[in-house]
C-alpha cells in the first residue's frame, strides 16, 4: 500500500514554469513505477509520463516531450514533473501514481495507487 499526496501546482502564465512534487508514504518508494497524469476540463484523463523504479527508463506523451521532465528522489519518497514553455492546453489536474507491477505505465489501468491531484492552470 502506497499513500500519493502532490503539490507544486498553480497559476501560471504561458511560457512559464512549474514543478510538481509528489511524495510517496507506506510501501517501499524505490518499489513503483511512478507516473503522471492529467485531467482537463470536460477531458479524460490522459498520460503524461511514466518513471520506473531507477529513474532510467522515462516516457513521455508527445504533447510534452521536450518540455517537461519526469524525474525522482527515491531517498526522499519524491517524484517530480518539471514543466516547462508551458501552454495554455496543459490546464488540468495533475495526479500522480504508482504501481507495484511491471506495466508498462502508459495507460491509467496500471496504476494501483493515486494522489489526489494538483491543480495546474496555464493563461494565454
Known amino acids: 500500500q502506497l499513500q500519493l499526496v502532490e503539490s507544486g501546482g498553480g497559476l501560471v502564465q504561458a511560457g512559464g514554469s512549474l514543478r510538481l512534487s509528489c511524495v510517496a508514504s507506506?510501501?517501499?518508494?524505490?518499489?513503483?513505477?511512478m507516473g503522471w497524469f492529467r485531467q482537463g476540463p470536460g477531458k479524460e484523463r490522459e498520460f503524461v509520463a511514466t518513471?520506473?523504479?531507477?529513474?532510467?527508463?522515462?516516457d513521455y506523451a508527445h504533447s510534452v516531450n521536450g518540455r517537461f521532465t519526469a524525474s525522482r528522489d527515491n531517498d526522499k519518497n519524491t517524484l517530480y514533473l518539471q514543466m516547462n514553455t508551458l501552454k495554455p492546453e496543459d490546464t488540468a489536474d495533475y495526479y500522480c501514481?504508482?504501481?507495484?507491477?511491471?506495466?508498462?505505465?502508459?495507460?491509467?489501468?496500471?496504476?494501483?495507487?493515486w494522489g489526489q491531484g494538483t491543480q495546474v492552470t496555464v493563461s494565454s
Open positions: 501514481a504508482a504501481t507495484f507491477t511491471m506495466r508498462t505505465g502508459k495507460g491509467e489501468n496500471d496504476y494501483d495507487y
Open positions: 507506506g510501501s517501499t518508494f524505490r518499489s513503483y513505477r
Open positions: 518513471i520506473d523504479w531507477s529513474g532510467t527508463s522515462i
